[in-house]
Each structure stands twice: as C-alpha cells, then as structure tokens.
C-alpha cells in the first residue's frame, strides 16, 4: 500500500465509522434475541437471519473498503449515469419485479433479491448533490427548484407505483436539505399545512371543515383589514388560498383516500388517529378477510405492550416475553425496537436514541465543515435520510405514526437495507476524507 493510500485512511472520520458498527453490532444482537431459542443446537447456525445480517455487515465493510480504495472524484463524476441507471432498474421492478406481500419493489435471480429503491437512495443523493454543485446551477431560480424538485421525487413516484408507499416517503426528506441550500420558507410552510389539511380532513366531519375555513378565512380577512379597492393582491391571494384549502380537504383528500391508498393503509392512518375508518372510505374486503380484524392496530399494540413491559431497566437480555414469543409480528425488521425496549427498558432506548442522534449530528458537523458543494449536500443528504428512517420507524412502534413499512437502520434485518445505510456512510466518509482537495 502507498503512503497515499496510508495517509487516506489517517483522514477517514472515525467517530462516524465507530457510530455505524456500534449501532450495526447492536441490530445483530435483537435480532439474535429475536430468534434465538434454548433447543437450538449453536448460535452459529447460517439458516438464523442473525447470521444472515452479520454475513451482509461482512459484505459491507469489504464494500466500504473498497469505496475508501475510490478516488473521490468517481462519486461526482458519474453521479447523473448512475441516477439514470437507477431509474431503469426502478422502471424494470415495476413490470419485473418479485411480488412481497402485495408490493412489486424486489428483483431476484435464484434466491438473491434486493430492494431498488432502497439502492436507489445512494444514487438519489449523488444525483441532487451535483446538480446543487454545478456552477451554472442558481438555485434561487425556479427552473433549478423544479429540476431538483424532481431530481428528489421522480424516484419516489416510480416507488409508488411499486406499492411501497413507505419507502416513497423517504424521498420527501430531500426537502430538507433543499431547505439548506435555499429552499423558501414558504415551501415548508405550505408543506406542514398541507399535513395539517389532511389531518384535519380525517379528524372533522366535512361539512364542520368546511365552515371552520370559512369562519378562519373571513377572520383573517377582518384582521388584515384590506381596503376593498385598494391593495388587491393580499385579499385576492387570501380567496386563492382558502378556495384551495376548501378544494384540497373536501376533493383531494377524499379522492386519495377512494381511489389511491389501500384498504391496509387506510387501516393504519385510521388507528393512529383511534379512529375508525368512516363506511366512505370501507373498501371492498378481499374473499376471506375478517373486517373487525385492524392488522396494523393489532401490530402496534403488542409493539407497546412489549416496550412498556421492559420498564425502566428492561428484562435482561433474551429474556424478553413478547420477543420470545412472537408476540409481534416482523419484529426482527421494521419492529426490531420492541427487541431493545422489551430487554433493556427505558435505558437502553435511551442510549440506542443517543447513538443515533450522535451519528446524524456528527454528518450535520462533516457537511459543514466542507469546502465542496457536492460534498455538503451529500452528507445532509445522509443526515435527512437516517434522520427519517429513525424518526418515523421508532414513532411508528410506539403509535405516534402510522405503519408504513420503515426500516430502523443498521438495526433491522434486511441485506438491502443494510448494504444501502453502509455505502451511504462509506461515501460521506470517502469525501470528507479529501475535504481539503475539493472546492466545488
């Protein structure tokens, strides 16, 4: 090996790296505690998905030794092919892919098969990060909003068509670093509202929305108090704006809810709010499928039974009740929390939690200190994407959101999932390693 080579791993950030197999060490031993049992003959038995997982964290780190290996500049260079290509692979998984549980996001030769859209992420990053970086690009413009606009949500909209609506979602954090680079407050601003509409349509009756609006708008009219033959922007952007909150919440919402989501989905979004699913939204019930049975409800009770029943210490590792049970169900993937807060309490999650808001806060720390545009961009790119998945997945187990099929990252079990947080990693650290080198 070089002294080049040699000096390159001395400027490697090893906090994020020591973060990363912390917290993949962690996922190994839930899921181990997942599925181990007294009768079984070893623990290194490679039909347990245990050692499945720590098998791909092998795969991983040979992966990230040999993107360490990479001259930084590949990453820019080839960001915009290799986005292209990922969106073929997306467009092929639509029409080819393997069916899972009524979605159509998996590709498989023999018995491997990985997930696109959690690869395509990686490539999403790359894509947004050199558009942002390019010198012509003036992201104060609209035309440049709109192209990173859709750099973010083209990738989402061929995931939905896969029906995987969870893993669409994690293209909406893109949004966030957006915001970063200069997005408008007003675009957040409109976002929450829209979220505040759509909660609002599920929580209220209709016709009660629709004269809440009215009673807000004429309000607020009152207030602003606008001449009726003077300034006529302000009072005729205030009719826009309620004519399309009256548009979107008695229309859209309705439509979405009929016509786009799925009976399980609407289930889910339902039994986060504790309410009922109204007979207007009350789907046809595939031939067999008990109606007063909620699938989702069901998952996330047992989720919380089994966190609150570790208490403040927890049971003890392997020692956990509804973990050995099976209690709940895909808790080795998208429950695999209930695995740390069932055996190890209100402790444990706690330091789980500060592990991971460690690592997003240490990205947060590397994007800033970059001289690179492409660079900057990338690690909030990183940053927002754990962000989501650690936000919305630990909210999810415990019934602050809806299921929505979100992996905890580096923790559940899945090599698609695995592989996508580690390159993501590797890369941030490949380029904040020669941050000094690069400028643009």
């Known amino acids: 090996m070089t002294s080049l080579r040699k000096a390159l791993f001395y400027r490697i950030d090893g906090v994020v790296l020591l973060l990363n197999v912390m917290l993949v060490t962690v996922g190994i031993m839930a899921v181990f505690s997942v599925e181990h049992h007294t009768t079984d003959l070893s623990i290194f038995m490679m039909n347990k998905n245990y050692m499945k997982q720590a098998m791909w964290f092998g795969y991983s780190l040979l992966f990230g030794f040999v993107i360490l290996l990479t001259d930084s500049k590949f990453f820019s260079s080839f960001a915009f092919l290799i986005y292209t290509i990922a969106l073929a692979v997306l467009v092929i998984t639509i029409f080819a892919g393997v069916d899972v549980k009524g979605s159509r996001s998996w590709l498989g030769v023999g018995s491997f098969r990985f997930q696109p859209g959690e690869v395509a992420k990686i490539f999403t990053s790359m894509a947004l990060a050199k558009f942002l970086s390019l010198p012509e690009t003036n992201f104060k413009t609209l035309k440049d909003k709109m192209i990173a606009t859709a750099i973010a949500l083209v990738p989402a909209v061929l995931i939905l068509l896969q029906k995987e609506t969870g893993l669409a979602l994690v293209y909406f954090c893109f949004f966030l670093v957006m915001y970063r680079e200069g997005l408008p407050n007003a675009i957040l601003v409109i976002g929450f509202s829209l979220i505040g509409l759509v909660l609002a349509s599920l929580l209220i009756e209709r016709k009660a929305l629709f004269v809440a609006l009215t009673v807000l708008a004429v309000f607020i009219g009152w ?73 989702s409800e069901y998952n996330v009770l047992q989720s919380k039974i089994a966190i609150g029943s570790g208490g403040f210490w927890g049971k003890g590792f392997l020692n956990g009740t509804s973990t050995k049970n099976q209690f709940v169900p895909e808790q080795h ?5 209930c695995a740390i807060g069932e055996q190890f309490g209100f402790i444990g999650s706690a330091v789980l939690v500060l592990l991971y808001i460690s690592l997003i806060l240490r990205i947060v720390f590397i994007a800033e200190r970059q001289r690179s545009v492409f660079t900057r961009v990338y690690s909030y790119c990183v940053a927002c994407i754990l962000f989501f998945h650690f936000a919305v997945n630990i909210s999810m187990t415990i019934g602050l959101m809806p299921v929505i099929g979100i992996t905890l990252p580096f923790l559940s079990y899945g090599g698609s999932s695995l592989m996508s947080f580690s390159i993501l990693i590797f890369i941030l650290v490949r380029l904040d390693a020669d941050r000094q080198a690069l400028i643009r």
């Open 223 to 295: 207030i602003i108090r606008i001449p009726l033959r003077r300034r006529m922007a302000p009072r005729i952007i205030l009719a826009v704006s309620f004519l399309f909150a009256v548009l979107f919440s008695q229309v859209a919402v309705p439509f979405v809810f009929k016509h786009v989501l799925q009976r399980h989905q609407i289930d889910r979004i339902y039994s986060t709010l504790g309410k009922e699913v109204p007979d207007e939204y009350d789907k046809t019930m595939v031939a067999g499928e008990d109606k007063k049975i909620n699938s």
């Open 333 to 337: 993937t998208d429950f695999i929390f």
